[in-house]
């Protein structure tokens, strides 16, 4: 089995910080990318960030406002977000697309955290 467990959400004032975590455990061979996605009621779950082996990428909506970060060591992934706006309130999911084994390779959600931004 493989889990995701995030960690980090909460309520925070506009122009405010928030770091979001997410611990990968389980049966692991290898992660391609990690990403974290978010959601709000009515909506499509969208891109936030993603980070592969060796790059990064980011929806434009937070282009120079989050940072993503990857502990291959530790199978760790983590969302720094600064400047937030009322916007960026959401359900955030953690995720990952990684391989249990050599030949099975599989994409993986954690049970999101909420991220509440107040004007």
């Known amino acids: 089995q493989v889990q995701l467990v995030e960690s980090g959400g909460g309520l925070v004032q506009a122009g405010g910080s928030l770091r979001l975590s997410c611990v990968v455990s389980g049966s692991i061979f290898s992660i391609n990318a990690m990403a974290w996605y978010r959601q709000t009621p009515g909506k499509q779950r969208e891109l936030v960030a993603v980070a592969t082996s060796g790059d990064t990428n980011y929806a434009d909506s937070v282009k120079d406002r989050f940072t993503i970060s990857r502990d291959n060591a530790k199978n760790t992934v983590s969302l720094q977000m600064n400047s937030l706006k009322p916007e960026d309130t959401a359900v955030y999911y953690c995720?990952?697309?990684?391989?249990?084994?050599?030949?099975?390779?599989?994409?993986?959600w954690g049970q999101g955290t909420q991220v509440t931004v107040s004007s």
């Open positions: 995720y990952a697309d990684l391989y249990r084994s050599r030949w099975s390779r599989g994409n993986y």
